[in-house]
């Protein structure tokens, strides 16, 4: 939650006051206290829109404002939204009006503001005022930014909810993951796969990009997002938004980690599927949720934890970016972020170590348990289809404190994988599925590193 130490009057102490004139004059200073807290350049009677006057004007980087504010006993009319439209017409097209009513507004206004959306005017009510000034809110930057989303976007007037499930819209498709599990002879295939696990947030990866690969020296950078939101319905609404920008391929792959069981799944869509099965998987109060997906410059990682009960709220949540460098062109991340109401405390860090690291395990010694293959459709030369063998489940050799490996110390990368009873490993070579040969060697890619407790196995 974002909170400020206040500097001025609040708003309690501005209802106190029984000059009517005096209390509307020090509401625009507090409004225009509140904006400046939040970084923007804010401007008293401007000139902007003259001959009538105006508030303020409010001015962040690319985002301007013209705010109008009124502390009056009786709802803003039609007539207050009129004049400010009459005040945006003598500015530039690039700014955006704001009403601000501690009374609220009539329905005529919301309606207005609904049908003129071309001249965007947004609304800020007395209550919502008092939830930022409280801190329940994320910060006023993120709020006004959502409001015009929803207003141009979706014709929607967002007033007075604190949370907004609406983030993002189930228009597009998911892309059809290229692989799925399935056994040799084609009787099973599914984009889901369960056994014994535990809360380790392992993700096996079908392709993770190496960021440190680079002539330069050093290595690649880190952004963590902090999100905001309340139940599994509002994260499968980041889900689509992560969709809706263009985030989201067709290697994505998750986990969900309950108390002895572990689901990993291939592709985005199976996970929207399975998140709302929670009591065929519920044997702790809580699940983890890991997802992991290729970006341009890099992949990130999402994680939330949620309750396992019919509430299904979220305990916690973060979006983490692992990038090769700080990209020249951040606006495709910025309207991301501005997406998800994250403002505040965004920074890149530079990685103090590498992100990747490639160990090579070969042994003809180590019997593995074949249990399914991850498997690829493919045509071939005669235009046939033809199932291939991608990569293989296999019963974990390294599961439980007396494994078969115990007389050999396992690397303290790898610790990680001794509470799960399966792996799932990608083949360096595909073959078809009808032509198995006897024996697989082990290749592991892990990501490690300060970038949470998610690793990725390939």
């Known amino acids: 939650m974002y909170a400020t130490e206040p500097s001025g009057p609040s708003l309690d102490e501005l209802a106190a006051m029984s000059h009517a004139a005096r209390r509307g004059r020090a509401f625009e200073h507090y409004v225009a206290r509140l904006l400046r807290e939040h970084h923007f350049t ?4 401007p000139q902007i829109a003259q001959p009538r006057q105006t508030d303020l004007i409010a001015v962040k980087l690319g985002e301007r404002y013209l705010v109008e504010c009124k502390w009056r006993t009786a709802a803003a009319t039609i007539d207050d939204i009129d004049a400010l439209r009459s005040r945006l017409e003598r500015t530039s097209g690039d700014v955006t009006g704001v009403l601000v009513s501690m009374a609220g507004f009539t329905n005529e206004v919301k309606i207005n503001a609904v049908q003129q959306r071309r001249q965007p005017v947004l609304l800020l009510s007395g209550m919502e005022l008092h939830e930022l000034e409280a801190g329940y809110r994320v910060s006023l930057p993120a709020l006004l930014y959502r409001k015009q989303e929803r207003l141009v976007r979706d014709a929607v007037v967002l007033l007075d909810d604190a949370h907004d499930p609406q983030v993002g819209r189930a228009g597009l498709p998911f892309p059809q993951p290229l692989l799925r599990f399935g056994t040799k002879d084609g009787s099973d295939r599914s984009s889901v796969i369960d ?40 994260v499968i609404g980041v889900f689509h938004t992560l969709l ?36 065929g998987r519920a044997d702790h109060h809580t699940e983890q949720v890991s997802y992991v997906d290729r970006c341009e410059g890099g992949f990130y990682t999402l994680e939330v934890d949620l309750r396992a009960d019919r509430d299904r709220q979220v305990a916690w949540m973060r979006l983490s970016f692992q990038l090769e460098g700080v990209p020249l062109d951040t606006a495709p991340l910025l309207h991301l972020c501005r997406s998800f109401g994250a403002y505040d405390d965004l920074h890149v860090r530079p990685r103090g170590e590498k992100s ?13 348990s074949l249990r399914q293959y991850v498997v690829a459709d493919d045509l071939d030369r005669h235009g046939n289809r033809q199932d291939w063998a991608a990569g293989i489940v296999v019963d974990n050799p390294f599961h439980g404190r007396l494994n078969r490996l115990a007389q050999r110390k396992l690397p303290p990368e790898l610790a990680i994988l001794s509470g799960s009873e399966c792996l799932v490993c990608d083949l360096r070579h595909h073959h078809p599925l009808s032509d198995s040969p006897g024996m697989y060697f082990w290749l592991f890619s892990i990501k490690r590193g300060d970038v949470g407790v998610t690793r990725a196995l390939a």
Request: glycine share 12%; hydrophobic share 45%.
């Open 195 to 234: 056994f014994g696990g535990g809360f380790n947030a392992l993700i096996f990866s079908h392709r993770l990009v190496d960021i440190d690969w680079a002539p330069a020296m050093g290595a690649g950078v880190s952004l963590d997002i902090r999100l905001d939101f309340g139940n599994e319905a509002e």
């Open 244 to 279: 809706d920008l263009g985030w989201v391929s067709e290697d994505g792959r998750w986990s969900i980690d309950q108390g002895s069981r572990t689901w990993h799944g291939i592709g985005l869509k199976s996970l929207v599927e399975e998140l709302p099965r929670w009591e």
């Open 42 to 45: 804010v401007i008293e009677d």
């Open 356 to 368: 990747i690291q490639l160990l090579n395990l070969r042994s003809d010694s180590i019997e593995l």
